[in-house]
């Protein structure tokens, strides 16, 4: 079984590619790869996948790194899951892999290898409708996952109905709320699943008292219309987050085959450089030191 839904996934993410089509969902403001007027037998192309949660801090990289290098392509294929795109990157069909989860040893073929490069906050955000809710305790974000607190007049808000937007128990993001908010409490059946962390950005911003939960770096990048909130009176901020009061970050790798071609082996360098931290911690996300 194991076999037959890896085939699967490779499938998909080859559908993706014959499509040549950028991820949407997570897709940064002008973000389109800035592209050589060199003819295309000289352009080297640098095929890359990342799971929903890292396609905007590749992509930063990689708007970064073409317009120094004009030479160079990077197209992304349509995202999925790290275990999906770590076998897409096992199988030859991207150069590069973007993955919010170490290597497992179950995916460790021995000819491939992790480095985890960038942190980025994870942000407890509701829609801008949200008025007089600034910082949630615990207990209130426990409560409102669970439904117990339906409505945002209990916590000095609106008269309105608490909308909460979802990511499946398997994601970074729920992983991390579980860890650090929610316990194992049960969420409420009432809140809206979304499967990428795009859907849940889209809908949070067009969905008016909703709730949810992604990352501070992509709201910053986007600057996006959405009210930041306060978790036990620590704003999500890097800053609070190097001082060890914000715990809740997502932990951002890649992953690339040992004898990489030069193309890629350039831009990896350039992701672990002086030049690429300066990138990232210009746009909200932390370096991994």
Same mark, same amino acid.
């Given at each position: 079984?194991?076999?037959?839904?890896?085939?699967?996934?490779?499938?998909?993410?080859?559908?993706?590619?014959?499509?040549?089509?950028?991820?949407?969902?997570?897709?940064?403001?002008?973000?389109?790869?800035?592209?050589?007027?060199?003819?295309?037998?000289?352009?080297?192309?640098?095929?890359?996948?990342?799971?929903?949660?890292?396609?905007?801090?590749? +992509? !930063? /990289?990689? &708007?970064? @790194?073409?317009?120094?290098? =004009? %030479?160079?392509?990077?197209?992304? #294929?349509? *995202?999925?899951?790290?275990?999906?795109?770590?076998?897409?990157?096992?199988?030859?069909?991207?150069?590069?892999?973007?993955?919010?989860?170490?290597?497992?040893?179950?995916?460790?073929?021995?000819?491939?290898?992790?480095?985890?490069?960038?942190?980025?906050?994870?942000?407890?955000?509701?829609?801008?409708?949200?008025?007089?809710?600034?910082?949630?305790?615990?207990?209130?974000?426990?409560?409102?996952?669970?439904?117990?607190?339906?409505?945002?007049?209990?916590?000095?808000?609106?008269?309105?109905?608490?909308?909460?937007?979802?990511?499946?128990?398997?994601?970074?993001?729920? +992983? !991390? /709320?579980? &860890?650090? @908010?929610?316990?194992?409490? =049960? %969420?409420?059946?009432?809140?809206? #699943?979304? *499967?990428?962390?795009?859907?849940?950005?889209?809908?949070?911003?067009?969905?008016?008292?909703?709730?949810?939960?992604?990352?501070?770096?992509?709201?910053?990048?986007?600057?996006?219309?959405?009210?930041?909130?306060?978790?036990?009176?620590?704003?999500?901020?890097?800053?609070?987050?190097?001082?060890?009061?914000?715990?809740?970050?997502?932990?951002?790798?890649?992953?690339?085959?040992?004898?990489?071609?030069?193309?890629?082996?350039?831009?990896?360098?350039?992701?672990?450089?002086?030049?690429?931290?300066?990138?990232?911690?210009?746009?909200?996300?932390?370096?991994?030191?």
């Amino acid at each position: 079984m194991k076999k037959i839904a890896e085939s699967t996934i490779i499938a998909i993410i080859l559908l993706g590619l014959c499509s040549c089509n950028s991820v949407k969902t997570t897709e940064l403001k002008d973000s389109n790869p800035v592209t050589s007027q060199t003819d295309s037998q000289d352009q080297k192309l640098i095929k890359i996948g990342g799971s929903s949660s890292t396609v905007t801090v590749l +992509k !930063l /990289l990689a &708007k970064g @790194y073409e317009s120094q290098n =004009k %030479t160079v392509k990077i197209e992304f #294929i349509s *995202n999925s899951q790290s275990e999906g795109v770590i076998a897409a990157l096992k199988n030859n069909i991207i150069d590069i892999a973007g993955s919010s989860h170490k290597l497992k040893p179950e995916e460790d073929n021995g000819k491939i290898q992790y480095r985890e490069f960038a942190q980025d906050l994870l942000l407890i955000a509701t829609h801008n409708s949200v008025k007089g809710v600034n910082n949630l305790s615990t207990k209130q974000l426990k409560a409102i996952y669970k439904g117990e607190i339906k409505n945002w007049r209990e916590l000095g808000g609106p008269d309105a109905n608490i909308v909460v937007l979802d990511r499946p128990e398997d994601e970074s993001a729920k +992983k !991390l /709320l579980r &860890k650090y @908010y929610l316990g194992e409490d =049960k %969420t409420t059946t009432k809140a809206v #699943i979304l *499967n990428k962390e795009g859907e849940l950005i889209e809908t949070l911003q067009s969905t008016p008292n909703s709730i949810g939960a992604f990352s501070l770096a992509y709201s910053l990048i986007n600057q996006l219309p959405v009210n930041h909130l306060s978790l036990n009176g620590v704003a999500p901020k890097s800053q609070n987050f190097s001082s060890g009061q914000y715990k809740m970050v997502r932990r951002i790798g890649i992953l690339w085959n040992k004898t990489p071609s030069a193309a890629t082996q350039n831009f990896i360098d350039f992701i672990l450089s002086k030049e690429g931290e300066k990138l990232l911690q210009n746009n909200g996300f932390v370096p991994t030191k």
